[in-house]
């Protein structure tokens, strides 16, 4: 997708049922359109969770929708995926000399636009509406869900300002 795509996220659902919803985030064109029918996502460095991937080996059935930064309307896709480890297309999909070391490759089953109601009426993209410090901080977070034998300092440390340098 073109544009100025921030975040995508993606759903998906193991084969009990169990569900996931991860996002994606590249600059613009972080989905390749590869054709009429088949698009593909690149997996970046993240938390190294795979839920959502080892979903997809078991029931390949994904929902996902693009975010555009300042528009309310979204994209919406629903299709069947499968996952890749090399393809010729990853040439393409390189970011900052970072070559994905792996895919997703979707199938378009659904494609719906949503208008933008959601969006005015969280007003979402209204940086005078934002309370970033309404929940707790990352350092805050990770401490007490996913890290607890860590300092918050050394959280913090780990989640400041440097943290952006690490994204590929």
Request: charged share 25%; glycine share 8%; hydrophobic share 40%.
């Amino acid at each position: 997708m073109a544009g100025g795509l921030a975040v995508l996220p993606v759903a998906t659902s193991a084969a009990d049922g169990t569900c996931d919803v991860s996002p994606k985030g590249d600059p613009a064109g972080l989905a390749l359109v590869l054709d009429e029918r088949t698009i593909e996502i690149p997996e970046r460095p993240g938390n190294r969770r795979v839920d959502g991937y080892r979903n997809v080996l078991s029931n390949p059935h994904v929902g996902l929708i693009f975010f555009l930064p300042g528009r309310g309307d979204t994209l919406r896709i629903n299709g069947r995926a499968r996952l890749v480890r090399e393809a010729p297309f990853f040439d393409r999909m390189v970011v900052k000399g970072n070559r994905p070391v792996l895919a997703m490759v979707v199938e378009v089953e659904q494609v719906f636009h949503h208008c933008a109601k959601a969006f005015l009426r969280s007003r979402l993209w209204e940086p005078e509406t934002w309370q970033p410090d309404a929940v707790p901080s990352r350092p805050r977070i990770a401490k007490a869900l996913e890290r607890p034998e860590d300092s918050l300092a050394e959280l913090e440390h780990y989640y400041g300002d440097q943290y952006a340098n690490h994204l590929y």
